[in-house]
């Protein structure tokens, strides 16, 4: 065998939106690529905003001295002052550099914190659906995934959530606004939530880690507010990029910001920078450190995205798919009007309509779609939805 088993496995699981993404440069070399659907990818299609590349011209044409060398571990102290400061404002902490590691984005950042927590056989919690790739990092780290289901809309079910955490569990990773629902969880869940973890550190008479994956925190609709986790509960990381809300994903620049009110803070944030060095991350990308410690109050345009949100949810739901309305992030997630979802994706390419089926987010019966597309795809596809509502008889 030329790989391991355990990643022969993964790949097995993983293997989902690679296999729609396949489908789909298929079916755009037969059909061509404006007849067909393709919403299976989470990949930003909307420019940087305008400040970014101000900033990028400044710093091409005076360049600092050693802005290319290694750093810090950490990161740039400035990069995480400016950081910092925001955080400060929105949680009413006293956060500063300290508290803040430079990441090479949320992926890399969840894995920085999972492996300075983890130890062999310690349980990390996930609401399902989640992002397919919590279970890959919390394996990276030999820790085990426990999946707790969420109530109708999506939110935490304390109860089951309460049934879950024992003597072994070491974290909860929560991701609000989520993908793939796009739900955002509000001060009422939060506060419910840093209530039941306090109430249950007590009881194990442990630290238990509350995680929060927050790359689509900009991303939000109807002046939705995603409140601060560092307001609710002590114990609390954070971890996010600036994929989403400055499209820059290919940049890989993200971070991770740690309580000032966490237990061990100082070695908690000894043990992440040396977990970002020994994984090999070593340093988040020098350039785009010097880039983000300016645009920390930016954000791509925000309309672009609920205009794509709108037209799509409200064709879908018209034609009588079920949701959930997504007030977050860039995704739709609805019910399978077939049992097996698996059909239902099947039927779906069938009209060039490409989607992820919610078996690859821990949730079958449901299937995802990403609307960060160009505008004119979604109008392109709206007929193509229409048909297939049509043969499936739904009730418009």
């Known amino acids: 065998m030329a790989i391991s088993k355990e990643v022969e496995q993964n790949l097995t699981r ?3 939106i690679r296999k729609m993404f396949e489908e789909g440069e298929r079916l755009r070399a037969i059909h061509g690529p404006d007849k067909v659907f393709d919403f299976t990818l989470g990949n930003p299609n909307v420019e940087p905003p305008a400040r970014f590349h101000t900033e990028l011209r400044k710093i091409a044409e005076k360049p600092l001295p050693g802005m290319h060398r290694y750093m810090s571990n950490a990161g740039y102290p400035e ?3 400016a950081i910092a400061t925001v955080l400060a404002e929105d949680s009413k902490l006293p956060f500063t550099e300290k508290h803040i590691v430079m990441t090479v984005g949320a992926g890399g950042g969840l894995n920085v914190v999972l492996k300075t927590l983890l130890d062999p056989g310690d349980e990390v919690i996930v609401l399902k659906p989640y992002f397919v790739e919590y279970r890959f990092y919390i394996a990276n780290h030999q820790g085990v995934t426990v999946e707790v289901a969420t109530d109708q809309y999506f939110l935490p079910d304390f109860i089951a ?3 879950a955490i024992n003597k072994n569990t070491k974290a909860i990773i929560i991701n609000s606004p989520n993908n793939p629902t796009g739900v955002v969880y509000d001060e009422n869940v939060l506060r419910q939530l840093g209530q039941l973890l306090n109430k249950k550190q007590q009881e194990l008479q442990k630290e ?3 995680i929060s994956d927050e790359p689509y925190a900009k991303i939000v609709y109807e002046n939705t507010k995603v409140p601060s986790v560092f307001s609710f509960y002590s ?4 971890v996010t990029s600036h994929s989403k809300d400055l499209a820059l994903p290919g940049e890989r620049i993200g971070y991770i910001a740690v309580s000032p009110q966490a237990s061990g803070l100082e070695l908690l944030i000894e043990g992440l920078v040396f977990a970002n060095r020994v994984l090999g991350f070593v340093n988040a990308p020098a350039l785009m450190q010097h880039l983000v410690k300016h645009l920390q109050r930016e954000t791509v345009n925000i309309a672009e ?7 799509l949810y409200n064709h879908l739901t018209g034609l009588g798919f ?3 309305k997504p007030m977050g992030a860039f995704y739709l997630f609805p019910r399978s009007p077939l049992p097996d979802e698996m059909e239902f994706v099947r039927l779906a390419q069938t009209f060039n309509i490409l989607v992820v089926p919610g078996s690859g987010f821990g949730m079958p019966g449901y299937f995802r779609l990403s609307y960060c597309v160009d505008k004119q795809i979604i109008l392109n596809s709206l007929p193509a939805f229409t048909a297939l509502a049509q043969k499936l008889g739904l009730p418009a």
């Open 322 to 324: 079920q949701m959930v």
């Open 14 to 16: 993983a293997s989902w």
């Open 305 to 311: 995205y609920q205009e794509k949100r709108d037209i």
């Open 79 to 81: 990069t995480r002052a």
């Open 208 to 210: 238990i880690y509350l």
């Open 235 to 238: 114990n609390s990381i954070m």
């Open 161 to 163: 959530l309460e049934q």
